[in-house]
């Protein structure tokens, strides 16, 4: 039963792969300026990157979790994820309003996605 992990931390790793499958730790955006529109690219852009990185893609993608700061910012970061995910390929999903570790992040991603 091995266990790779990617990226590792005194308290996470942005990446654990076992049996095929592929889970990312919450993706936030590095730019916290930014508004809904813009912090979800940034975090759609980390999944894409460390989904590469771990031999998957979004068309891979088995579940995800999507945090959001404010309900009021929900439609702004649909409009980024249908432009992001392809058709087809929808993978299941919620979204959870929730308080975010830091006032200025407005998303979270969790992502689990088979491999290639």
């Known amino acids: 039963m091995e266990i790779k992990r990617l990226y590792v931390g005194k308290r996470l790793s942005e990446v ?9 730790a919450g993706q936030i955006p590095d730019d916290y300026s930014l508004d809904i529109r813009g912090q979800t690219r940034q975090v759609l852009g980390h999944v894409d990157r460390l989904l590469a990185e771990s ?6 993608i088995l579940s ?11 439609p ?16 299941p999903r ?16 969790v992502v ?5």
């Open 16 to 24: 654990a792969i076992h049996n095929n499958t592929v889970y990312l």
């Open 55 to 60: 031999g998957s893609d979004k068309t891979c």
């Open 64 to 74: 995800c979790t999507i945090y959001v700061k404010d309900m009021a910012d929900f």
């Open 76 to 91: 702004g970061m649909n409009e980024e994820w249908d432009a992001w995910v392809p058709q087809g390929h929808t993978p």
């Open 94 to 109: 919620a979204t959870v309003e929730a308080k975010l570790f830091d006032p200025q992040v407005l998303v979270e991603i």
């Open 112 to 116: 689990v996605a088979a491999q290639r």
